[in-house]
């Protein structure tokens, strides 16, 4: 696959909090661009839109590395001046790509800020910065926990792509069947921009469960009792969490993907462990 890299490849990472996480972070970062020459990296935030002075940090030192920065911005406790003068310091660092998102609600804060969907986040971007910006939006193969149907869900990413998004990246899954649904949905719907999936690895089977229980990301059954299977055995974890991601990922390349956008959890092995199973 390396050889003749048609497909794009992308990392998250989250801001780290300490001087040593930050330190740790572009180790990883480091080793992440010689074996796996990613496209970009995202950079997320804290629920609420908190640690965005964090998200800001990071975004910078990959920036002034020489690699693509994605920063991701919410619409939870945002205003349109803030939103504009996050904007202004990235698009004078130079990045050129923005992740806006709705964001979660944390617990006790009742409403969200001007913007209540992401659209209106997007709008809001073309609005203030023409085409400076390629903009990702979020996409659910599996339904956004909140939305009320797959149709009202669907409707709803439409909305995102025309108020000016670009492409979007996938809320994670282990069902291909899902995310080729989904693209066929969408594309009825007459949206035929890039729908990159999310690719979590699995080194964990605890805190898979966690994650998944908290976003609304299904566990097929089937993982669900093989991972139960495997009790406290980290290394057989692993060993069958790689094969079941790289057989995901193959059959989601196979079948059309545009690329993978891998959560790497500020990990490099995981993720390039299966980037080199698929070359």
């Known amino acids: 696959m390396d050889k003749k890299r048609s497909k794009e490849l992308s990392i998250e990472f989250f801001p780290p909090k300490t001087p040593e996480g930050a330190e740790k972070l572009r180790l990883v970062k480091d080793r992440l661009v010689k074996e796996v020459k990613p496209s970009f990296f995202s950079v997320t935030f804290g629920a609420g839109g908190s640690t965005q002075e964090g998200t800001l940090r990071t975004v910078e ?5 020489g690699q693509e920065a994605a920063p991701h911005l919410s619409c939870v406790g945002s205003s349109k001046e803030n939103i504009y003068e996050l904007l202004r310091l990235y698009k004078e660092m130079g990045v050129r790509r923005i992740v806006a998102l709705r964001g979660d609600l944390p617990s006790g804060m009742g409403q969200y800020g001007e913007f209540h969907h992401a659209n209106e986040l997007v709008a809001y971007i073309r609005e203030s910065y023409g085409d400076w910006f390629h903009i990702e939006v979020a996409a659910y193969p599996e339904m956004h926990p909140q939305a009320s149907s797959v149709r009202a869900d669907i409707e709803h990413f439409v909305t995102k792509i025309q108020a000016g998004a670009n492409s979007a990246i996938t809320q994670y899954f282990y069902n291909t069947d899902a995310y080729f649904q989904y693209i066929e949905d969408v ?26 229980d908290s976003c609304g990301a299904e566990i097929p059954r089937w993982l669900r009792k093989r991972l139960e299977g495997f009790g406290d055995d980290i290394a057989s974890i692993k060993a069958f969490g790689l094969d079941v991601v790289t057989d995901l990922s193959l059959q989601l390349l196979a079948g059309g993907a545009p690329g993978l956008h891998f959560y790497s959890l500020n990990q490099a092995d995981p993720t390039i462990a299966i980037i080199k199973n698929l070359d």
Do not use: N
């Open 61 to 65: 030192s990959i920036h002034q590395s």
């Open 187 to 212: 594309e009825s719907r007459g949206v035929k921009v890039p729908i990159v999936p999310g690719i979590m690895p699995i080194t964990s089977s605890s805190q898979l469960l966690r994650f998944s």
